[in-house]
């Protein structure tokens, strides 16, 4: 498993921060959702509250975990955007973890619906997607290639 980044650790945390889920279905059809309940952990995995186990999502991750399909997930706060590429580890739907979830989603939607599970995914690539780390990134690979004729004159 691989360490995120503090600045990754810090907008994780952040409560305007959009933290964004992305599997696929038996097909390779993309499923992009928001998971604002996603949260680091302690021992450095992924956490978020699953609250239906019909939703497409829940299926994917099922499916991601027996055949061994990796995930992404973008977190991304003003001009930091952060993707991982990450590996379901586990589905939680009782413990510790999954008591904490449930608490913090009841409180947050005012005593409302319960949540099914826990997802708990590993990190393993983490890949800076600001477009400044991604101009940085592409103009040193191709330094002639996202340069205009017109910029190479000044």
């Known amino acids: 498993m691989i360490t995120l980044p503090e600045e990754l650790k810090n907008i994780l945390e952040k409560k305007e921060t959009v933290k964004i889920l992305g599997t696929s279905d038996k097909n390779g059809v993309p499923h ?6 996603m949260k680091l952990l302690d ?6 509250a699953e609250e239906f186990d019909s939703s497409k999502t829940s ?12 995930i992404s997930v973008n977190i991304a ?3 930091t955007s952060y993707q991982i590429t990450g590996k379901p580890l586990r589905c939680l739907i009782t413990g510790k ?8 989603e009841r409180k947050r939607d005012g005593g ?3 949540i099914q599970a826990v997802w708990i995914i590993e990190p393993l690539e983490i890949k800076n997607q600001s ?24």
């Not at 992009?32 to 309940?37: A, G, H, P, Y």
């Not at 021992?43 to 978020?48: K, M, S």
């Not at 400044?132 to 040193?140: L, V, W």
Request: positive net charge.
């Open 59 to 70: 299926s994917n991750m099922v499916r991601s975990i027996w055949f061994d399909k990796l």
């Open 32 to 37: 992009v959702v928001l998971k604002d309940s």
């Open 97 to 104: 973890i999954f008591q904490q979830f449930l608490m913090s």
């Open 131 to 154: 477009r400044k780390a991604r101009r940085d990134e592409e103009t040193k690979k191709y330094p002639l290639y996202n340069t205009h004729l017109d910029m190479l004159k000044k």
């Open 43 to 48: 021992d450095g995995t992924l956490a978020y």
């Open 77 to 79: 706060n003003g001009d």
């Open 112 to 114: 409302g619906p319960d």
